[in-house]
């Protein structure tokens, strides 16, 4: 059948997906969060499970539906996400960390629906958790790639990115090019390691990308580089 024609490559490997935007809480009738759909974490979990890994897909906001027969765990602010990765990071082979983090989140989350009063309102934010950076400076074994959303200079910054975070590979997209970013069904990649460009990939489905990146991270994985 279908399933048997793909490549094995990740049998009994553990892969654990983000995907979509966080949320985070103003107060319980409002939040923050942005225009992630969760298509290309989506299609990475799918992916995955095609290819043989046991999968866990962890979502914030996603406007599309998760397949049924992949172990999905909801979350909703950045640090329920690192939570949840962190559950999963012990026997995690590879980690792919698709999903749109908020950079910041409001300081206080009210627990009444916030009154309007004065004409103006500021909103205190502070930094969220960094997790991609946080499983840089934990990682053992585990194969860890990043996503880079940029709009420009987008080498220097991804790479800057695969660096700091001490990631395998870095995604990088740039999110206002036509057939690529957040809401596209499609995407252009370029795929980065230490040493520079690994692979410009033209562009792709979603699906495609999924299975490309995950092809190289199968062979990259265990050390042979
Ligand atoms: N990321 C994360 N936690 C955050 C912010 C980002 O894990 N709080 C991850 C994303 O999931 C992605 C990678 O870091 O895999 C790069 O995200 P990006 O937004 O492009 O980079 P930032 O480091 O947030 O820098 P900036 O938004 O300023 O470009
Ligand atoms: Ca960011």
């Not at 897909?57 to 765990?73: E, F, S, T, W």
């Not at 602010?77 to 990765?85: H, K, L, R, Y």
């Not at 709009?151 to 870095?170: A, I, P």
Request: charged residues 25%.
């Amino acid at each position: 059948g279908a399933l048997q024609d793909k490549p094995q490559l990740l049998t009994g490997k553990k892969v654990v997906v983000t995907a979509g935007g966080t949320i985070e809480r103003i107060d319980p009738v409002r939040y923050i969060t942005n225009d992630s759909s969760g298509k290309m974490g989506v299609a990475i979990a799918k992916a995955a499970h095609d290819m043989g890994a046991e999968v866990v897909l962890v979502a914030g906001h996603i406007d599309v539906v998760p397949p049924i027969n992949i172990q999905v765990v909801r979350v909703q602010s950045a640090q329920e996400m690192f939570d949840a990765v962190l559950e999963h990071w012990e026997d995690s082979d590879i980690v792919i960390k698709a999903a749109a983090v908020a950079d910041y989140r409001p300081l206080h989350t009210a627990d009444r629906k916030m009154k309007k009063s004065g004409d103006t309102m500021t909103l205190e934010l502070v930094k969220t958790v960094d997790i991609l950076e946080r499983l840089g400076q934990i990682k053992k074994s585990q194969f860890l790639i990043g996503f880079a959303a940029e709009t420009n200079d987008v080498e220097k910054y991804s790479r800057e990115k695969l660096t700091r975070k001490n990631c395998d590979l870095m995604v990088a997209n740039d999110v206002t090019s036509e057939g690529a970013g957040f809401r596209s069904d499609t995407n252009i990649v370029q795929i980065y390691d230490r040493l520079g460009l690994v692979e410009q990939l033209p562009m792709l489905s979603k699906e495609d990308v999924a299975q490309r990146l995950l092809t190289i991270a199968a062979t990259r994985m265990g050390g042979v580089h």
